[in-house]
């Protein structure tokens, strides 16, 4: 191998050195000071019919315009069109019809907290912020129902008129008969309600937004905080009807996506619009409270789960009961959400039967979509709950049950009932690996012994999977390969463009180890580049952990072609056949070794044309779109263990265990990196995070706090003071189907973690026979449940 | 408006500034110090930290009136011609930043209390030193590596 960078190598960062110099830009960062400002008129009911008077704020010094509904509508440049959704049903779920839409703006009346009702475009953002606050808007205000039991109550206030019960869409998936005589022949049942809560995926930085238009040219460029700018500049020429090719879009260095910027908002196109209708640079930045307002939320699913277990402790059927709180207007991706979910939900089990109702309920409140984990969060939640519960029920170890019933390697591609098609496993190898780091087995005695002296000691599991790597295409109806290029300089370096958007998964760096390896190049003389439409021509964006798998897939593809046009320059230099030629070390050697070209001659023979087979084309640059046969699917256990005080209903971690399998890994420590990540938003959700809306629809959560719990108001993000410190371990499982056998990483800890930690207090405090906790589990929760009251 | 001398990173800087304006806006709109992050407007993230007079201050919530003549610091201070500082290469080193949103103003809360605790333990990075930080990516635990080895590295 010439490199040491390789596939596996723990490489440092190259994105670390323009964070820590202060010089990376983001887009915030960027037109500070020429361009105009543009602030939201936004909704501070939830459900109210509306009139605006803006004639103070026109007036104001530095207001450039102010355009209500009327205006937009009136324009000659066409108000933006509804939001499309992502992808056709994959199930034959009932999607809703486009009057349910996402619109940008609101006309005759507002839905939730925070809709747009109107822009103002000023000179200053500080004079913008001036003229929004001089904005006479008056509401008449409607009963507003802001969940999904709220909305589907008899007496509910009608959010739209094209569905008047407020259900956007339902239907069920999987063999509901066999579940039912799956439950029939049961010996053991669990049930559990609820759960689990809206909770809001808070990137750091605040979305924001510049749209530049070119009169003389026609061309249309954003820069904007995205993790899809190919997807993105798709989405905007449909929305604005405007043509693709004369579009372009840049994301710069962003402070977190995790799944909120897997599609643009109604402020994107409105700033895109914006700057069409003035002919100039318009910039938008949004505060903390805007964002927490609109940015999409992730979870909020209401619903009933039940397993079924027979007297051996074989698990025998799982149904689910879901109405899935969508927000105001049903979001991009939500519909494809629901049905995902439902794929994966008996998890790394062997369970025969499974069915699954999905209920899209309308509500007065913010769009919920993509967010780290999506819909395998809930599934693989209740599912982990509902095997723990279970077990105990039946008086059986909930390690042993689980060992029981996963499926087994041999049973690879295995086909779960609920529709997916795994790739590969080996679970019971990875989930002993969690055992024998716990010391599980002397756990059971010592958690006995500390009981007897009042000390409450619990264990939680939770095993998990996701659908990784999305694509292949065929399946939905969208775009989801993974496009790469490769272009190799005649000096033998490479530059890598990749579809997806980097924006702290550390792609510069990993993505050029993938190259380094295929090529047998140094690791310094590959450059990657991503993240804008001006410099790489196509792509799909990152998310559903689908770079590594993807992305790290194309550039393999790629640099494979470049090869096996390498060899054919070198065999026409040896005068051989090519298949006589061999390749290591960055060199090409012909037959017997005799005669040997460097990977850089070879390059610059390729592109001057010289000394080439007469029917090739000079030049060295390949290009793919790689189509993958499936998803990835990676899996791992989590294991936790608490100490819960039963006086005051708070605990602390003892352990906490992670056992990971995502296939090769690319870069180790970047992959333990996601997975702590992953922890302290899995661990946000069950401890801490809730969007809270008053019954009037007013987000209250709609700032940072830093209170642990208690006070009403404020979002509470986990700090450095409540994480465990965290053990992670792997197997390698690689996946049988992608060109370099990696799976992706980005979610396992938002999935496994909720389990793992719900699962270990509710088995601290089973003497108490609490009953189940809807999270987040607030110590007052734990104790209530400890003391035989409702939690 | 009102005039303000400012001393950042070692440079003179002297501008017009409304009176409302706040230290964030005019190190970043006026001095294009874009390393500062403003990520919640209320003093919660931390992600605007700088160093004013050697404290570190979230710059989202003083004014530039109030800070004027002071000697202000921002991340790329630590570093010498290009070449990262011992807390910088620290981070790098542990895999301590993702998006790197946060980092700078985490590098320079944590450079301030090393200065006057010199030998933490884990459970003080925690509760001291990144009280006044979020980080949305990490989850922490590579953080509180970095700074115990920065610390390491810097008693010696």
Redesign the interface.
């Known amino acids: 191998m010439t490199t040491d960078h390789g596939i596996g190598s723990d490489v ?2 190259r ?3 323009r ?8 887009t ?2 960027i037109e ?2 020429d361009a105009l400002h543009v602030q939201f008129i936004r909704s501070d009911k939830a459900h109210a019919e509306f009139t605006i008077d803006a004639t103070a704020a026109r007036e104001m010094p530095g207001v450039v315009a102010v355009f209500t509904p009327a205006d937009i509508a009136a324009n000659e440049t066409p108000a933006p069109r509804p939001f499309t959704l992502f992808a056709a049903p994959m199930t034959g779920l009932d999607y809703p019809d486009e009057a349910l839409w996402q619109r940008c703006l609101a006309t005759e009346k507002a839905r939730y907290h925070g809709e747009i009702l109107g822009i103002v475009v000023a000179e200053t953002q ?1 004079t913008a912020r001036d003229a929004l606050a001089a904005v006479d808007v008056t509401y008449d205000v409607r009963d507003a129902a802001v969940t999904p039991s709220a909305a589907l109550a008899d007496d509910a206030p009608v959010i739209h008129e094209a569905a008047p019960d407020n259900v956007f869409f339902a239907g069920g998936q999987g063999d509901e008969e066999a579940v039912r005589a799956a439950f029939e022949r049961a010996a053991h049942t669990a049930e559990l309600q609820k759960e689990p809560q809206r909770i809001s995926p ?5 979305r924001s937004a510049i749209g530049r238009y070119d009169a003389s040219s026609g061309h249309l460029e954003f820069t904007a905080t995205t993790q899809i700018p190919h997807a993105y500049r798709r989405l905007m020429a449909q929305m604005l009807a405007y043509p693709e090719h004369k579009i372009d879009v840049t994301a710069p ?4 996506g ?1 799944g909120a910027r897997q599609h643009p908002y109604p402020a994107d196109a409105l700033v895109g619009w914006c700057a069409i209708a003035l002919e100039e640079t318009v910039k938008w930045r949004a ?2 409270t805007e964002n927490q307002l609109v940015e999409n939320d992730g979870r909020g699913y209401e619903g009933t789960w039940e397993i079924a277990m027979d007297a051996d402790g074989d698990l025998l059927g799982l149904r689910a009961d879901i109405n899935y709180d969508l927000g105001a207007w049903v979001a991009r991706g939500a519909a494809s959400l629901a049905e995902a979910g439902n794929l994966l939900m008996t998890g790394l089990y062997d369970i025969p039967a499974a069915y699954s109702h999905v209920t899209g309920v309308v509500t007065n409140a913010a769009r919920v979509d993509a967010y780290r984990g999506v819909s395998a969060v809930p599934m693989i939640l209740m599912l982990e709950r509902l095997v723990s519960k279970v077990a105990k029920q039946a008086d059986m170890d909930p390690a042993a049950v689980r060992k029981r019933n996963f499926v087994e390697p041999d049973q690879f591609p295995y086909e779960a009932a609920g529709g997916a098609l795994y790739d590969s496993g080996d679970y019971e190898r990875n989930f002993d690996i969690g055992l024998d780091e716990i010391e599980y087995e002397a756990f059971r005695d010592k958690q006995a012994t500390l009981r007897d002296e009042g000390r409450y000691l619990g264990i939680g599991f939770s095993c998990w999977t996701e659908v990784a790597g999305l694509g292949p295409c065929g399946h939905i109806d969208v775009a989801s390969w993974g496009y790469g290029s490769v272009q190799i300089h005649p000096t033998g370096e490479v530059t890598v463009y990749c579809g997806g958007s980097n ?4 792609h510069e760096t990993s993505l050029a180890q993938v190259a380094a390896d295929a090529l047998d190049v140094p690791y310094e003389d590959v450059r990657v580049v991503e993240n804008s439409t001006k410099e790489v021509s196509e792509g799909v964006g990152t998310y559903a952990s689908r770079t590594a798998a993807l992305g790290g897939g194309a550039v393999t593809k790629c640099c494979e072609k470049v090869l096996s046009k390498g060899r054919a320059v070198a065999a026409h230099e040896f005068d051989s056949a090519i298949g006589d030629v061999t390749y290591s070390d960055g060199t090409f050697v012909g037959p017997e070794g005799a005669q040997s070209l460097s990977f850089g001659e070879m390059a610059d023979k390729v592109h001057k044309g010289v000394d080439i087979p007469a029917e090739m084309e000079p030049g060295l640059e390949e290009q793919t779109y790689y189509d993958p046969e499936n998803c990835t699917w990676p899996f791992g256990t989590h294991i936790a263990v608490v100490e819960v005080d039963p006086e005051t209903g708070e605990f602390e971690f003892h352990d906490y265990v992670a056992t990971e399998d995502c296939g090769v890994q690319i870069n180790p ?2 992959v ?2 996601q997975v ?6 899995g661990l946000g959700q069950t401890l801490y995070e809730d969007v809270e809306y008053d019954d009037d629809g007013t987000l209250l959560s709609d ?4 209170e642990r719990v208690g006070s009403r108001g404020g979002y509470t ?1 986990p ?3 409540h ?1 465990p ?2 053990t992670i371990r792997s197997t390698e499982t690689p996946s049988p189907h992608t060109p370099h056998g990696a799976k992706g990483m980005g979610e396992s ?1 938002s999935i496994a973690a909720p389990g793992a930690i719900l699962n270990a207090v509710e088995d601290a405090i089973e003497p108490f026979d609490p009953e189940p906790m809807t999270p987040p589990i607030t110590p007052e929760k734990i104790w209530r449940a400890i003391n035989g009251e409702e939690p | 408006m009102v005039d303000v001398d400012l001393t950042v990173d070692g440079e003179q800087r002297s501008v017009s500034v409304e009176p409302r304006e706040l230290l964030s806006q005019t190190l970043r709109e006026r001095l294009g110090c874009t390393s500062i992050n403003i990520g919640c407007e209320s003093t919660l993230c931390g992600a605007c930290t700088v160093q004013c007079d050697s404290k570190s201050v979230k710059s989202c919530t003083r004014l530039t009136v109030q800070a004027d003549g002071a000697d202000i610091r921002t991340v790329g201070s630590l570093a010498d011609d290009g070449v990262l500082g011992e807390l910088q290469t620290a981070f790098s080193e542990e895999h301590a930043l993702q998006c790197g949103y946060c980092t700078p103003g985490i590098i320079m809360a944590v450079d301030e209390y090393l200065d006057a605790n010199a030998n933490p333990s884990r459970e003080e990075i925690r509760t001291e030193a990144l009280q006044g930080n979020l980080c949305r990516c990490t989850g922490y635990e590579n953080i509180v590596d970095a700074i115990e080895v920065a610390a390491e590295a810097l008693e010696r």
Do not use: C, N, W, Y
Not at chain 1, 202 to 206: F, I, K, T, V
Not at chain 1, 676 to 681: H, K, M, S, T, Y
């Open positions: 440092s960062r994105e670390d050195a964070v820590l110099l202060g010089e990376s830009k983001g915030d960062d500070l000071s500080r808070s990137p750091l930085e605040p260095d962003m402070g977190g995790f505060t903390r924006h702290g998964q550390g420590t970047i333990e990196g702590v990540g992953g922890i302290a938003q700032s940072f706090r830093t993000l700090k450095a003071e994480m410190e965290i800890g």
